[in-house]
């Protein structure tokens, strides 16, 4: 069986074909010095041959490894330095690879719950899945996202909690929405000094802590302890992402207050911490 024709020397099209690539990368790679430009025939075109075939595919193959071009002329050049280039690079791959498994498990996470609570950190995911459906509210979500972003996950599944037990107690989630529209109506139409601050302050304090009280009788805070436990184990351990610190992060998200609401929140804390000096104050998330 005769062989077909076999060239000696092929034009730049034919040589882009064959290695994977197309002639304006390998213009590209004469232009940086990283493949030798040939020598031109007589109709003025650049010939490519076996050697040249042979450069150009290993090129290519170090480029799908992800090598930079200057990389890999280092490594043509024999040049010391691209081991520690090529180390860098397998880091790189191996944190890439880590944020695609992290992706595909918040995908599967996703369609599994079918919500955005997929989308949230297996820690607050699990403990709110079992939740009947639409019992746990858009609001409810927006909240524990924001919480998730400065308290970490840890402090999201916390307060999860709550959420579980407006879920189940009506007359919890009632006062909830009557406190929530309270608030609201803390526009810039209220003084800070209007005595009614004080009195729902008070109320949202009272509210608070019948929540914790309930989150007690229920034995939800006793899955947090087992959380806060095998978080000490992990302690000194710097989590991945984390660049701002509390304080920063929350004076980076824009709620809009009002003064009269700025100096409601502040006496509902101030509040809260006086009935923690005293004792009286039950776990509140």
Sequence with gaps: MPLPAIP?????GDAAAFA?????????????GLLAEPERGSDDRRRYGYDDMIRLLWIRKMADAGISLDDIRAAFKGTTGI?????????????EAAAIEAQRAA?????GVGSPLGLLSPLVTGRLRDLPPGSLRSADL??????ERIFGPLGAAIQADRFIVLATHPELRAEEDRLAEAEAALDDTVSPDDPRIEDLAAQRCDHETALAA???RSGLDEAIDVLLDQEDERAGEEEEGAGMSVMQAIGKMPYDFSPARVRYEERVIELFHSADQDGDNPRIC
């Design 8 to 12: 000696r020397r092929v034009k730049i």
């Design 20 to 32: 994977g690539t197309t002639p304006r990368a390998i213009r590209h790679y004469h232009a940086i």
């Design 83 to 95: 081991e520690q280039s090529l180390a860098r690079l397998e880091e790189s791959l191996a944190s």
């Design 107 to 111: 995908v599967h996470r996703l369609r």
């Design 142 to 147: 927006d909240t524990l996202l924001v919480t």
């Design 214 to 216: 309930a989150i007690e």
